[in-house]
């Protein structure tokens, strides 16, 4: 009989072991959970259910309301002091014996549980654990073992399932559950590391999370066009028996590495431009608190640039990947990959040399077990900065004389790894009052099975008898303002063309339409007019494909605009709405917050931004994708009097001491123009 969550999850709690303290005994508010106050927590929750077993699914920092939190912040950048806001950790637990879902509020100060919440109709997201003990379950089940032997695979192959939040196709509730896509290593090497993206099973398994078993099997379709939606059209008896070896590990594939590579090496020969304080970074005129949870990893809050307020908080909110085959069963392929899993929960433990060039800082966090027991995450965030090329220069003609200074930019990196795909995340600070967000998508494309010499419309034939099945990425950014103050509005800025008139009788003349948005709503970005909204320059990518009335659609309203504007409300903080994992078009979200109609002009108000990749897959992206990048930019716009990057020192060999490949090295006073 396979083991059940409650018997898992005692396992887990006599093997786990938790470190030892590592943060001060009176915290920044905004400061991360220490591992010691996760325990704390957790044993507040646990010691008022004394009776119970509890399967711990999330222990977070609850921030501050924004009416405690503010004047809080306010007064720190003035160096006086006001009072502390509670500090307060949110708890997320199943009760084992009900399987009932519930939401506590524990006060730290206090050392007491202030608020319990049952959650009804929503599903907790999943962990690393839950996945992996389903997974180790799977192996024992009899349906399992039944389907792999039916399969008539060579004997020894190594079956590697893929575990999936169940995209929920309907709108009634259903049982807590995944979906396992199964792969097998490549035969010719049976490694650990072997692609076994490269030799997809046309088998989906069903699990339920609860009961610990197989519930259903579901074959997939692996036809063209003109056999799309007939089932069993490959062999039925090893079934990737037309596919190949399609390694990314050298050592594993045969491919000669390069040894034309130098060297490049990053030196600070008089250390980082940088301060951090704690959780307080401190760069070029900018001020900021870098946060860290489990669901949006990297947290910005309290941003200053020049003694300035800009932005409140910023933040990822949600990304959405919905996958192009209609064909059941992997139209269940639709994960939120923040609200189902977690972006902190997925992030790497950085290393230097690997991830990240150049001098580092690393700031790490903490995250609970189902026990209720913390454990530090190393290396969760590098800090670090890079040159970008030159910021300003103008040369002199009537004296040839250049000024140019390089632009310096403070990067804060997090990569991520979902199942098959890997994300970097990276927050650019630079030195004229812009951040950016810079996304990039790599690891290795979602396989499914193709026969071998056929073609499908929803995808694309990456390796033989292994589709690269089309899909979109939506990423969606919070932007919480606070420019010179919590009372701002959005303006939408077009450029038009002006009509023939007396004034504008040569017909070249255009100007900039502004439209200030003041009732909650959405727009969209329009690269024929040049569209920006104040603050913001959006990415004018493609929106969700998928209809109106799917209930996919339903599930991630975010996807259909590139710009919505709501007003402020402690605790909206996710698009998608707070429980993602098999929702069912009821998880509430932006389009409810939308649909209250609130004013939004020249008061507290909330920015998010979708941005998408419409991935068609190429044959040059597997057996891994080159990096996709995407950047989305926050620039001034009149808000300073010049160019605030005037004081930059101006760039000169004898600070740079770059060189020649022929070994010249002479430093010089200036740069050169010779400008017309």
Request: charged share 20%; glycine share 8%.
């Amino acid at each position: 009989m396979a083991p059940s969550i409650s018997d898992i999850i005692r396992e887990a709690a006599a093997l786990s072991v938790s470190p030892a303290p590592t943060k001060a005994a009176r915290p920044h508010p905004l400061d991360n959970l220490s591992v010691e106050e996760i325990n704390r927590a957790c044993s507040i929750a646990k010691a008022k259910r004394p009776d119970e077993r509890l399967w711990i699914k999330v222990c977070s920092l609850r921030e501050p309301v924004k009416k405690d939190l503010a004047p809080f912040l306010e007064a720190e950048r003035r160096g006086e002091t006001a009072p502390r806001p509670t500090r307060e950790a949110d708890v997320l637990f199943f009760v084992l014996s009900s399987r009932e879902l519930y939401e506590v509020v524990i006060d730290l100060d206090a050392g007491e549980e202030t608020l319990c919440t049952k959650v009804d109709g929503h599903h907790a997201p999943l962990d690393r654990e839950e996945i992996n003990q389903a997974r180790a379950a799977l192996f024992k089940d009899p349906v399992y073992i039944k389907t792999v032997e039916d399969l008539k695979l060579p004997p020894g192959t190594t079956i590697v399932p893929q575990g999936w939040p169940f995209g929920s196709d309907h709108p009634d509730p259903a049982i807590r559950r995944v979906f396992f896509i199964l792969y097998h290593r490549n035969p010719a090497n049976d490694h650990p590391d072997s692609n076994h993206y490269a030799f997809p099973l046309p088998v989906v398994m069903f699990w339920d999370l609860w009961e610990s078993k197989v519930t259903d099997v579901h074959w997939c379709y692996t036809g063209n066009e003109q056999d799309g939606m007939t089932l069993g059209t490959g062999p039925k008896e090893y079934p990737t028996q037309g596919c190949q070896g399609n390694d990314y590990e050298p050592s594993l594939n045969g491919v000669t590495v390069r040894t034309d590579l130098k060297p490049l090496h990053v030196t600070q020969p008089e250390g980082v431009s940088f301060k951090v304080t704690g959780q307080l970074i401190e760069w070029q005129k900018w001020r900021f608190r870098i946060g860290f949870n489990y669901r949006e990893g990297p947290t910005l809050h309290d941003l200053c640039y020049d003694g300035r307020p800009v932005f409140y908080r910023l933040s990822l909110s949600e990304m959405h990947v919905p996958y192009a085959d209609p064909r059941p069963p992997l139209h269940l392929k639709q994960v939120f990959d923040f609200g189902d899993i977690g972006l902190g929960r997925s992030a790497n433990s950085l290393e230097n040399g690997c991830d990240c060039l150049g001098k580092m800082k690393y700031f790490d966090g903490a995250e609970v077990n189902p026990s209720g027991e913390g454990r530090v995450v190393k290396n969760v965030i590098c800090c670090h900065e890079q040159d970008n090329g030159v910021l300003w220069k103008h040369t002199n003609t009537p004296t040839g004389r250049a000024a140019v200074t390089r632009q310096r930019l403070l990067v804060l990196q997090t990569i991520i790894t979902v199942g098959n795909y890997d994300y970097i995340f990276a927050w650019h600070f630079d030195q004229a009052g812009a951040i950016h967000l810079e996304s990039r998508a790599t690891g290795i494309l979602s396989t499914g099975p193709i026969d071998v010499g056929k073609k499908s419309p929803y995808g694309t034939v990456v390796s033989p008898g292994v589709l690269g099945t089309s899909h979109q990425h939506f990423i969606n950014l919070r932007i919480d303002p606070c420019v010179d103050g919590h009372n701002n509005t959005i303006t939408q800025d077009d450029v038009v063309p002006d009509p023939p008139s007396a004034e504008n009788g040569h017909g070249i003349g255009f100007r900039v339409k502004s439209t200030p948005i003041t009732v909650s709503g959405f727009a969209d970005a329009n690269p024929l007019a040049n569209r920006s909204f104040k603050i913001l320059v959006p990415h004018p990518s493609q929106m969700r494909l998928a209809a109106p009335d799917a209930h996919i659609t339903s599930r991630a309203p975010f996807t259909q605009h590139h710009i919505w504007v709501t007003s402020y409300r402690d605790g909206e903080l996710f698009c998608a709405g707070q429980y993602t994992n098999q929702s069912r078009g009821t998880a509430g979200g932006i389009a409810d917050w939308v649909a209250r109609k609130d004013n939004v002009e020249n008061t507290d108000l909330v920015l998010w931004h979708t941005f998408a990749l419409t991935h068609i897959p190429r044959v040059e992206d597997f057996p891994v994708m080159p990096v996709e990048i995407h950047t989305i930019s926050l620039k001034p716009n009149n808000f300073f009097t010049a160019n605030p990057a005037l004081d930059v020192p101006l760039s000169s060999q004898a600070f740079n001491q770059s060189s020649t490949v022929d070994g010249d090295s002479a430093a010089t006073s200036c740069c050169a123009g010779n400008g017309l």
